[in-house]
């Protein structure tokens, strides 16, 4: 086991959360493209509001895994303004 899974795991029992809820690859997918594409600041606070919808959604795995999927459809369509306001670039 690696240093991250072994965190992960720790943090997971930590929080009383199914270590099997934490897809690791997809999230650290998720935070890279948001990193990329919005600003890195936004990585972290991506990875915490895919946790709030997951868990009012009922926090299992699946919840986790819909919750970034839809963020990840919103990023593809995402973009900012010269003005550093955000829109929906489909608008």
């Known amino acids: 086991m690696n240093v991250l899974d072994a965190w992960l795991a720790d943090a997971a029992d930590a929080l009383g959360i199914d270590r099997d809820a934490v897809p690791r690859d997809l999230l ?3 935070t890279r493209d948001v990193a990329h594409g919005v600003a890195r600041p936004a990585a972290p606070l991506t990875a915490f509001l895919v946790g709030l919808a997951a868990g009012k959604a009922g926090g299992g795995a699946q919840d ?4 970034a999927a839809l963020l990840l459809q919103t990023l593809a369509t995402w973009s900012a303004d010269p003005s550093g306001q955000t829109r ?4």
């Open 28 to 30: 650290l997918d998720l």
């Open 64 to 67: 986790v895994q819909d919750a």
């Open 88 to 91: 929906d670039a489909a608008e």
